[in-house]
């Protein structure tokens, strides 16, 4: 049997990329896992003994999405200068983005085939490319992700020696109308924001395109590739 994973499928993104795969019938079993589910389907990325109970219950997926990602909590959001920054937001901002998802790599790719092509993917973003950043501020946020593209980078260049067909990569699926983006959608380019049954269609499209050396690459929604 083949099967998918989507780790983060209570979130806007998440919830659509389960649906999705769910609707497209390629997979024989489509597992979500988020923080909020309770049971066989709970996994919080800063409890790594879930991450670890989560991978030992699917068996051997080619598929594993981490639509996962924090930009903002409560009074707390993306700063907007070096005097914002404070050192417990920019830790979690690391655990949510970065430290997570690198564990949820380190639970599940071993248990994915070692032959044959597999996709690893987790959600990033533009900002987190340090060539692409020309109006500073969001440091946690940019900092956090830019750390995620790095990880991608070292973990598929690891994981080719398991599979030489494994695909790891990050995705950018742009602008999403999500209670992420929410608070920040005022300067959104018309036409660029996206609903997330569309982001979902659009990122799995991407995934479908990839081939094996695009592994430890960053894509944006519409398959360009983005310079970390």
Same mark, same amino acid.
Request: proline letters at 5%; zero cysteines; a neutral charge.
């Given at each position: 049997?083949?099967?998918? @994973? ?6 806007? #993104?998440?919830?659509?990329?389960? %649906?999705?795969?769910?609707? %497209? ?11 909020? *589910?309770?049971?066989?389907?709970? !996994?919080?990325l800063e409890d790594e003994a879930s991450i670890s109970a989560a991978a030992t219950k699917i068996g051997s997926p080619t598929l594993v999405i981490v639509a996962t990602g924090l930009l903002h909590a409560g009074d707390k959001g993306p700063e907007k200068a070096m005097r914002d920054l404070d050192p417990v937001w920019m830790a979690r901002n690391f655990a949510i983005n970065a430290i997570g998802?690198?564990? @949820? ?10 032959? /044959? ?7 990033? *973003?533009? @900002? /987190? ?9 969001? +440091?946690? +946020?940019?900092?956090?992700? *830019? ?10 260049? %690891? ?7 494994? #695909? @790891? ?37 991407? #995934?479908?395109? !990839? ?11 519409? /398959? ?5």
């Open positions: 049997m083949s099967s998918a @994973v989507v780790i983060g499928a209570s979130g806007g #993104i998440g919830k659509a990329l389960e %649906e999705a795969l769910r609707d %497209e019938g390629t997979f024989d079993a489509v597992h979500g896992f988020s923080r909020s *589910a309770d049971g066989d389907r709970h !996994l919080d998802p690198a564990l @949820v790599a380190k639970h599940f790719l071993p248990t994915m085939p070692k032959t /044959g092509r597999i996709v690893f993917a987790v959600l990033s *973003a533009r @900002v /987190g490319s340090i060539g692409d950043n020309k109006l500073g501020g969001w +440091y946690g +946020y940019r900092a956090s992700k *830019a750390a995620l593209n790095q990880l991608v980078r070292t973990i598929a260049i %690891e994981d080719k020696r398991r599979n030489s067909s494994g #695909i @790891v990569v990050g995705l950018h699926p742009g602008t999403v109308d999500t209670g992420l983006s929410q608070p920040f959608q005022g300067n959104v380019t018309p036409g660029t924001l996206f609903k997330p049954d569309r982001a979902a269609v659009q990122l799995l499209d991407v #995934i479908d395109g !990839l081939r094996a050396p695009d592994s430890g690459k960053l894509f944006a929604w519409d /398959g360009v590739e983005i310079t970390p």
